[in-house]
């Protein structure tokens, strides 16, 4: 309705917001598009650049990508989300220890920083590795993000059902039932973030990861509950109904 007429700062943030909204629909394609396209309206500011860098990673285009955040570090050395393109973008050819050397120690625990570390131990195997660093993401994100704590409660179970010990039925040592409960914390504080939001849909592996924690604890009525709650929230999903 405003388009026409309205300033380039304005349509940035337009182009902005849709395309974040995008994102968290999980529309990472359509949301890469608009955050490329908002750039022209913005050349020269710091999140502009970076949210194109970030455009340009969701599209796998991973040279403009690069180029954009290092435009971004000449402008302020100390952007995190920059760093953290730059983390995201290093080729499957170099050890993750390489990628993190670059980065200078003080901006490593960044959250975004952090969890792009995470990710890329994560990309090679090494789940403990992984690990320690989506905890000290954890730690350091003063935003509470639901994502994170999300993410760090979903590769806490996992960990647990992947370690042949831990089979339905037996009995868990006091340090997995410990990280178990940890995970069901961090699942719990980010299913009650989006539970009542439009896209509780593209998250609803969050309450499934917590229903199949309290499966471990031998919670059967909760791990039903939260089942049936996925099952509400995407009928669709087969996977949910098994």
Sequence with gaps: RI???????????????IGAAKGLLDEH???????????????????????????????????????????????????????????????????PEEVVDRVPKPFRIIPEVADAISYLFNKKG???????WLEIAVKNDSSDSPELKAELGTMLIKEVMDDQSSFFGVQINEAKLAQIEHAIKLLTFAWDRVAKS?????????????????????????????????????????????
């Design 3 to 17: 388009w026409v007429q309205s300033p380039p700062i304005v349509k940035y943030r337009i182009l902005t917001n």
């Design 29 to 95: 394609q359509e949301s890469a598009k608009l955050l490329i396209e908002a750039l022209q309206y913005n050349p020269k500011d710091e999140k502009a650049l970076c949210n194109a860098a970030l455009g340009y990673i969701l599209l796998g285009v991973i040279d403009q990508a690069i180029a954009h955040a290092k435009k971004v570090l000449e402008l302020n050395p100390a952007n995190g989300k920059a760093h953290s393109i730059m983390v995201r973008a290093a080729p499957d050819t170099e050890l």
């Design 126 to 132: 090494n789940t403990p590795e992984s690990k320690k």
């Design 198 to 242: 439009s896209i509780r849909h593209c998250r609803a592996d969050w309450i499934v990861n917590r229903g199949l924690g309290k499966r471990l604890l031998g919670d059967i009525n909760g791990a039903l509950e939260d089942m049936g709650t996925a099952v509400e929230v995407v009928p669709t999903d087969s996977s949910y109904k098994k």
